[in-house]
């Protein structure tokens, strides 16, 4: 890629107003109200995907929150190596000691 075509390129983005509408969260109501919220944050979902569960499995419609959050800790304790487990861990010790 040429200088001029680098340089009018970083121009016209420098033009835009970008926005992060960081779209998987409720704007209106940004906050988890049960562990099922938190642990279905993607970084759960895709650590947990990553470890082998199928998708399927976390984001089955109508799935029960106590069922979700079953599920997604048995991953994360299957995959104590992944920092998901650590945060699990982490929260129970802070709110539940």
């Not at 947990?48 to 419609?61: D, F, R, Y």
Request: hydrophobic residues 35%.
């Amino acid at each position: 890629m040429s200088l001029d075509l680098r340089k009018r390129l970083f121009t016209e983005l420098d033009r835009l107003v970008l926005v992060d509408p960081h779209t998987h969260i409720n704007p209106l109501d940004p906050g988890s109200h049960t562990l099922a919220d938190i642990l279905g944050y993607h970084y759960y979902t895709e650590l947990a995907h990553s470890a082998g569960m199928p998708k399927a499995q976390i984001e089955e419609p109508g799935i029960d929150p106590k069922e979700k959050v079953r599920r997604l800790i048995e991953i994360s304790v299957r995959s104590r190596t992944q920092f998901s487990y650590s945060w699990l861990v982490e929260m129970c010790q802070t709110f539940l000691a």
